[in-house]
């Protein structure tokens, strides 16, 4: 932590922090889009249809990643995961170790393999709350149901700012509830059944 900078970070909480593989304004972009809680770090910038977090940044040079992840536009968790400790390696994906999928908290994220995210996933598969937003459904209402989630999981965010609150731990318990509450969809199941 400096205690020199003089830079303005909109409720990070961080002393200035920035992280080593960032640029000072792609840092300052990210953490403007992001809301602490007790909990995780929750996104409210922009999120894909697959319900992950989209951060563009110019800067992003995930070269050893392969070809195909050389977009500008990454996964918000990815970016954050790369800006800390640099490039990913080949193969590895940036995985939640938490079950929401819009955290960007560094200390909830690893850089696994893919049969290592299916484990994760299988596991998470035997809790009721993810059960709850129907990841036994097949795929498209699966991936619908996610993006549902973290729709639904930025918009309380967002309104529980909006509104003044602050507490840490009261946002945290609205991510909570929001994940207890279960999918807006659950109760159309046959939608995704015909
Ligand atoms: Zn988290």
């Known amino acids: 932590m400096s205690a020199m900078t003089t830079r303005t970070v909109i409720d990070a909480g961080d002393g200035g922090y920035c992280p080593p593989f ?3 304004k792609a840092w300052r972009r990210f953490r403007r889009k ?3 809680t007790a909990g995780c770090s929750i996104w409210i910038g922009a999120i894909g249809d697959d319900g992950y977090p989209r951060f563009h940044d ?12 050389r977009s500008d536009i990454v996964r918000a968790s ?3 995961w790369w800006a800390e400790y640099g490039p990913i390696p080949a193969g590895r994906k940036v995985l939640h170790d938490c079950d929401v999928q819009l955290c960007v908290r560094l ?3 690893l850089a696994g393999t893919q049969s ?3 484990l ?3 596991h998470r598969d035997r809790t009721a709350r993810v059960a709850a937003w129907g990841t036994a459904r097949r795929d498209a209402g699966d991936r619908r149901s996610k993006y549902e989630q973290s729709l639904a999981i930025r918009d309380a965010v967002v309104d529980a700012v909006a509104a003044g609150q602050r507490d840490r731990h009261a946002l945290a318990r609205i991510v909570a509830a929001v994940l207890d509450a279960g999918s807006p969809l659950a109760g159309q199941d046959a939608l995704f059944d015909l």
Do not use: F, K
């Open 22 to 24: 960032a640029t000072a």
């Open 34 to 36: 992001v809301v602490e």
């Open 58 to 69: 110019p800067a992003y040079g995930d070269e050893d990643a392969g070809a195909d992840r």
């Open 78 to 80: 990815r970016w954050r």
């Open 107 to 109: 200390d909830h994220l």
């Open 116 to 118: 290592q995210n299916l």
């Open 120 to 122: 994760m996933a299988a």
